[in-house]
Nanobody, 116 residues
Framework: EVQLVESGGGLVQPGGSLRLSCAAS????????MSWVRQASGKGLEWVSS???????VYADSVRGRFTISRDNAKNTLHLQLNSLKIEDTAMYYC??????????GGQGTQVTVSS
């Protein structure tokens, strides 16, 4: 059974940083394409970033240059470093299996709130 547990969210001021983590189990993490997606209150799901088993990365235009996706295959963990946060980055963040994921991953997510 695929299990993904996100953590690391919180309340941060504009311009601040956070590091999200996603602990994965139940599948061969090192062979999986992984993604981060987010959903702001009252809005649709937005794909944020993806990383391939070979460490190729892609980002949505809205986060490119500010967010960095990475993976630690030894620890079966996916990360998302969020820098220069903006109010519009406020959302529930989810990790999921897949490349440029467009469907809800189904985990509990981790809330990021950017507010002054």
């Amino acid at each position: 059974e695929v299990q993904l547990v996100e953590s690391g969210g919180g309340l941060v001021q504009p311009g601040g940083s956070l590091r999200l983590s996603c602990a994965a189990s139940g599948f061969t993490f090192s062979s999986a394409h992984m993604s981060w997606v987010r959903q702001a209150s009252g809005k649709g799901l937005e794909w944020v970033s993806s990383i391939s088993p070979g460490y190729a990365v892609v980002y949505a235009d809205s986060v490119r240059g500010r967010f960095t996706i990475s993976r630690d295959n030894a620890k079966n963990t996916l990360h998302l470093q969020l820098n220069s946060l903006k109010i519009e980055d406020t959302a529930m963040y989810y990790c999921g299996v897949g490349w440029v994921l467009r469907t809800p991953p189904g985990g509990q997510g981790t809330q990021v709130t950017v507010s002054s």
